[in-house]
């Protein structure tokens, strides 16, 4: 009986100085900690959504609440009105730096990065402060002008082009037009040195045999041989600079450089000289 009273003593004593060991540990551990026990079944009501999470145990939210009282750090919504007046500073901003973009990709890239900056430093802002400010409108604001912004562009450039398509085709060749409009970068203002030919035609006795003719008469005759001689020569890359009563003043060879501009010039010498043997005849 002794011994078996002994042998009971003992394994109480081992487990009485495990208990005070593992309770001291404990201690160290969780001091100044708070523990809250609850249940967070998937199958009960124990889950639910909040403010920033779809499935959140509930559980939780006594924890975030008793945190809250104890660091002192509240959540709060900022003003209604303080979304709106970011969204119209935001688009002022975005609008007036985007003007300055000539290239479409580097508006669809900026106004891509000043969405993602937006989210950012509304987020970064209520990290910092714990104060919420509404995302959705600044975000739409920003997109919005962003799209419309972008579209307008897009417009405005296309219809610029076809601007300089109309102008330019009454003179230019159709090439040099589409180089013009796909290199605008490579003209600029100052004159540039280039070698090229020069074009310059008269019509024979004009002075005497347009006496002859009503102003009428005069002005078909003149639309009729300009534009035959023109498209001859714009047939070669040629550029009508301007017209002096019956006279032609054309070169080739720039504003788009050539490296064949004399023989092209001749070419059009040649076939403007056999196109005139058949006006004659007419």
Known sequence: LLDWIDEVFDECRRRYSDLMRFRTKTEKSVKNAMCIIGTSATSTSDYGIITFQEDYPRVGIHYSTANMFLTGEFLDDAPWWLAFIIAIALCLIYSFI???????????????????VTIGLLLAYFLLTKTYIGVAIPLIAITSDFIITTVYNLLSTSHDKKFITNAFSQCLSKDVVDDIVANPNSFKLGGQNVDMTAIFTDIQKFSGFSELLSASQLVALLNYYLTRMSNIIMDERGTVDKYEGDAIVAFVGAPVKMEDHAARACAAAINMKKAEVEMNKE
């Not at 003007?99 to 990065?113: E, L």
């Open 98 to 116: 985007a003007k300055s973009f000539k290239s479409t990709g580097k508006q669809i890239i900026f106004g891509v990065s000043s969405i993602i």
